[in-house]
Structure formats: C-alpha cells, structure tokens
C-alpha cells in the first residue's frame, strides 16, 4: 500500500484536478459566464461556485496517507459556513491506487462530475456512483 501510494498519489491527484478544471471549463461554457472556479495545488483542490454561496474543499495527505473532502455552504449567506464532510476515501485495488466514494470505486472523472455536480447543482444527497 505505501509503494503504490508513493508512486502513484500524484498522478492520480493530477487526473483528479485536471477533470475538475475541465467539468469547470464545460460549466462555464454553458452558462456563458465563469461562476465555477477551481484552484488546485499539489494536495489542496478548492473549487468555489460564489452564485450558490458553495465550495469544495479537498486535500490529499502525503504524510499520512488519506484523502479528505468537505462541501461548506452558507458562508456568505448566514456568516458562518455549513460543513458537510463527502465520503472520499483512496484504496487500492489491482495495484493501482484508486479514489472511493461512498465505499464504492470511481474514477478521478467520476468523482469530478459526482462532486461538482453537488456543489453546483446545492443538492447534498451523494450520488450513486
């Protein structure tokens, strides 16, 4: 587990960021304006939708080895945020290291649109994957 973790955790971190600017990209494409933003560094990705008073917060830990997620909503609105912490776990599997959600595998794509979706769409029920 710590061998594929430390030669994978980037690379896949990496995909995880690239499909976020790119659900991001397509977002603000259809609405004609750039609402979603999504900034992301080498273990932290905060994606921000200002429109629904949302963001995303998610960061990998390379000391300890784990991923966490959190949506906050409210901030703007009420003065102080809602936290709702997401389900985001890593795993491996076939020796390749692997996002969770909700107990079940998905793809960096997947865990993208399922986490942008929530954040855009204000809906915090998780999405079957």
Known sequence: MFRVFADQADTLW???????????????????????????DTTTLRAAYPKADTELFVQLDKTDRYVECWLNSGCTTYGSCATDQRPVGLTVKDDALRFVLGGEIVTE???????LTQLTSGNDEQQAP
């Open 14 to 40: 990496s995909s995880l960021t690239d499909q976020c600017r790119q659900f991001a990209h397509a977002f603000n494409r259809e609405l004609g304006a750039d609402e979603l933003r999504v900034e992301a």
């Open 109 to 115: 794509e997947q865990l993208a649109i399922m986490l």
